[in-house]
């Protein structure tokens, strides 16, 4: 055999084997082959349709395949559709039967636009037929009385199909029975009746309607526990006093310290008056000397006046020691 020839043999099987590759991954004849059988008509065309606008032929085809099995009416351009928006197609299929099993209303465009808006479509089927608890976290609230008690509450929520899509989560369920627990506990005159009958918390937070505008319906609010915190009114009260207490030092603080200044005042004055004093005492023997030059006091009257005035010391000192004897003598009878 010629060279040539054999090389364009071999030449042409390659481009017949790729050829075909390349005819079963535009044409899945397989898939068509299981969707025939599976009474779901989706033609040839379809596929090689679906692989031009690269979408996965199988995801489509298998997802329709269990639609159809399970009773769903729904068509290849569908479920196409949603898979080209950015959805997940078998997450909508299996929340789409889930849904009908247990007998909630749920259409295929509700299911979509749940898938699109970025929550798990399924899950919130299966936490409407299962609801879902939800723990929240120890919430403080302080009573009328001053006591602070520490509740914990588990909330079974259920999902709101028709509200899930602009609906609030889980954040705001616990914000606002966080919330209730707080209003409820404040409104109560003492702890102890909150301790006796918790269950009054619970229906206080259920009257307030707080799953409204929410992505859940609240069944119930069960309060898992309470306990006893600090005594806020007595710490309170105390912080008051010892704020009070130290105006009151302050003041008092002001008040001696104007004392003083006034103290000191008075002491200049003093010595300011004794020298005044003092000052004229110097001008006493300046003018007894005048009155000497001028013969208006003679030396009988000097002595005279000298005379009265040691009696008068005498006197006084007299006057003095009568008292400290009256003083000590007092002293020792209170002995």
């Known amino acids: 055999m010629d060279p040539n020839s054999s090389m364009f043999i071999l030449v042409a099987a390659l481009a017949g084997i790729v050829l075909l590759f390349i005819f079963l991954y535009f044409v899945p004849?397989?898939?068509?082959?299981?969707?025939?059988f599976s009474n779901v008509r989706v033609g040839l065309l379809e596929l090689v349709g679906m692989r031009i606008r690269k979408v996965p032929p199988s995801i489509v085809v298998n997802s329709l395949i269990t639609a159809t099995k399970a009773g769903l009416e729904l068509t290849t351009n569908d479920l196409e559709t949603h898979y080209l928006a950015g959805g997940n197609v078998p997450n909508?299929?299996?929340?789409?039967?889930?849904?009908?099993?247990?007998?909630?209303?749920?259409?295929?465009k509700q299911a979509t636009a749940i898938d699109l808006a970025g929550r798990d479509v399924f899950e919130a089927v299966q936490i409407s037929v299962n609801p879902k608890v939800i723990n929240t976290p120890n919430v403080a609230a302080v009573a009328a009385d001053g006591i602070q008690l520490i509740a914990k509450a588990r909330v079974t929520v259920r999902a709101n199909i028709a509200q899930l899509v602009g609906g609030a989560g889980e954040e705001t369920i616990l914000a606002r029975v966080g919330e209730g627990i707080v209003t409820s506990i404040g409104s109560a005159s003492n702890h102890k009746s909150v301790l006796e009958n918790p269950d009054k918390i619970s229906k206080l937070v259920l009257e307030r309607g707080l799953d409204a505008g929410t992505a859940f319906e609240i069944l119930s609010i069960d309060i898992a526990?309470?306990?006893?915190?600090t005594n806020i009114g007595a710490k309170l009260q105390i912080d008051q006093a010892s704020a009070d207490l130290k105006v009151?030092?302050?003041?008092?603080?002001?008040?001696?310290?104007?004392a003083v200044a006034l103290e000191q005042e008075m002491r200049a004055k003093n010595v300011e008056m004794r020298a005044k004093v003092v000052e004229a005492e110097a001008e006493v023997p300046k003018a007894l000397a005048e009155a000497f030059r001028s013969g208006q006091l003679g030396v009988m009257d000097y002595y005279r006046m000298e005379n009265i005035k040691s009696d008068t010391s005498m006197r006084d000192s007299i006057s003095k020691s009568d008292e400290n004897k009256d003083s000590n003598?007092?002293?020792s009878d209170k002995k």
Do not use: P, Y
Request: charged letters at 30%; proline letters at 0%.
């Open 29 to 36: 004849v397989n898939l068509w082959i299981t969707a025939q």
């Open 92 to 108: 909508v299929i299996r929340a789409l039967i889930s849904a009908d099993k247990a007998n909630i209303n749920l259409s295929f």
């Open 329 to 331: 003598k007092g002293k």
């Open 248 to 258: 009151a030092e302050a003041k008092a603080e002001e008040r001696r310290a104007m």
């Open 225 to 229: 526990d309470i306990d006893v915190g």
